[in-house]
């Protein structure tokens, strides 16, 4: 110390260490009365800034009052340079987590406000996040005084033997940024992939991509492997879609009636059923021949894929039951067995066209 310590320093300290306290309950009342007006707008990017400046405004103020609290004190030149080096450090350390937040929370907020971007996938989020954070890590080391260029040359060596320890990982991370950034799969989104896994995305983050099937189980896949394989997205370029129920109906049936009565059933579950398109045009087509009916196809719309279930169930119900209320007959599958002598001929009946191999098999008896 250079001098001795009065009463009056003690008094002036303390002063100072309250105002500092005072101004960070005042600012902390400030935000937070700032914080529900930000609530009521659609913009979530003043939240994100009210949300971080909760936490970086009573730090710096304490800090302040810290800082000038010791200056009125006493105090030798190493101890002032300590105080205050360990004031800044603190400062430092709220204002990157505090930036952090921010940069991750606007990058989120874009995200959410476009369409065609990952809403919750966090693999942007995350790698914002870790940038700012190292940024200001290497700023606190500056403070210090300890050298970062060497670090940063030895980082960069040591990085080129990580990147072939983690190849894989690597591979998982930049594939995960890819399919992010061609839009082709977005969380939210229904897929398909070639070795059968299917489900809603859930998300998508540095390393894998997490589906959520229709069972409610959750599928992890490699973002790697994603990227290399051959995949449906049912909801690209968008999520309505059409899908093909097959009819058939026997051969001394009317086809204007069965047509008839069809484009009203589908009229009907378009109009009345959850998920359905309303502005759909029902469809009909016939198309073979069969053994032992006349096929044929209906197209219904459905504004996503797991809509078609209840479409198909709806739809199969109300159909079978205008069927029959009309008297339009839908064959069973049958099997016609021919007595000869000698021989059994068993002659296959089929709903479809027979394929060129088949044949009539006959079993001696």
Known sequence: ?????????????????????LAAFLLRMLLRWLGRHAERTSWRGDDVLVDALRMIAPWAAVAGGAASAAAALPLTRTVQHNVNQTLTVLVIVAATVSAARVVAGLVQSVTQSRSGVAGSATIFTNITRILVLAIGFMVVLQTLGIPIAPMITALGVGGLA??????????????????????????????????????????????????????????????????????????????KLTILVQAGVSYDSDLEQVERATMEVVAEVMTEITGAIPEHEPAVRFHTFGDSRIGFTVILGVGEFSDQYRIKHEFIKRLHRRYREEGIRIPSPARTVALQQGTVVFPQQRDTEPEPSDMTVARPI
């Open 1 to 21: 110390m250079t001098r001795a310590l009065t009463l009056d320093d003690l008094l002036y300290a303390g002063i100072a260490l309250a105002a500092g306290l």
């Open 162 to 239: 990580v990147a072939l320890a983690l190849q894989d990982t690597l591979a998982n991370l930049f594939a995960g940024i890819h399919i992010l950034a061609s839009k082709t799969v977005q969380p939210g989104d229904y897929i398909r992939l070639s070795s059968g896994e299917e489900g809603y995305v859930e998300d998508i983050n540095w390393r894998q991509t997490t589906v959520r099937a229709l069972s409610n189980n959750l599928v992890v896949i490699p973002n790697g492997q994603l990227a290399k394989t051959n995949m449906t997205n049912f909801m690209r370029p968008e999520q």
